[in-house]
């Protein structure tokens, strides 16, 4: 059981907008801000969003948002080479710990 | 350019020793905080430890008093040695730079295979 909640599986349309969703609570994500990971056919995860910081190189399709204990990783524009499992992880005080979501699958139809 | 490269996993008996070792490039390990993240086949990312710039460490519950996080400042290398090693520990483990936020990263590395297995 991970401490935050992701969607198993979300899917889309080339060209749609979708948004993954990553749910924890006042210890991690109400305090913390929040990293988003791409991960492609079980190959290194690649960092596509932490905090409001877009890494250099990845397309400004991918935004993120957060609201409370909820943070949102938004694809505007969805390509196909974005079909990936998605991760979140952030820190969680009253654990000591890092503490990543179970990943949302992400295919594009 | 920016980088990190892992190396040390393998084929290891139940109650045996490993030492991962990620090397990197580009930046200045000590720092950072910087972390091991592992995989195990088929499942999601889990977090194992932690080593902030001051020198502070943190570990996951499961590895906890197996698993010594350490960096070598001259080297700028980070390692991670695992000790009574379990079947449960078999995963691709991956270093990752924090990314200036808690509990966040923004480089990893390639990652590397350990199997704990007779």
């Known amino acids: 059981q991970s401490a935050l909640t992701q969607e198993a599986s979300v899917s889309g349309t080339v060209g749609q907008k979708v948004t993954l969703s990553c749910t924890g609570n006042s210890n991690n994500i109400g305090s913390y801000a929040v990293g988003w990971y791409q991960q492609i056919s079980h190959g290194a995860p690649k960092t596509v969003m932490f905090?409001?910081s877009l890494p250099s190189g990845i397309p400004d399709r991918f935004s993120g948002s957060k609201s409370g204990t909820t943070a949102s990783l938004t694809i505007s524009g969805l390509q196909p080479e974005d079909e990936a499992d998605y991760y979140c992880s952030t820190w969680d005080y009253s654990l000591s710990a890092v503490v990543f979501g179970g990943g949302t699958k992400l295919t594009v139809l | 350019e920016v980088q990190l490269v892992e190396s040390g996993g393998g084929l290891v008996q139940p109650g045996g020793s490993l030492r991962l070792s990620c090397a990197a490039s580009?930046?200045?390990?000590?720092?950072?905080?910087m972390s091991w993240v592992r995989q195990a086949p088929g499942k999601g990312l889990e977090w194992v430890s932690v080593i902030y710039s001051g020198g502070s460490t943190y570990y996951a519950d499961s590895v906890k008093g197996r698993f010594t996080i350490s960096r070598h400042n001259s080297k700028n290398t980070l390692y991670l040695q695992m000790n009574s090693l379990r079947a449960e520990d078999t995963a691709v483990y991956y270093c990752?730079?924090?990314?200036?936020?808690?509990?966040?990263?923004?480089?990893w590395g390639q990652g590397t295979m350990v199997t704990v297995s007779s």
């Open positions: 990752a730079r924090g990314a200036g936020i808690a509990g966040a990263f923004d480089i």
């Open positions: 580009g930046f200045t390990v000590s720092s950072n905080y």
């Open positions: 905090g409001n």
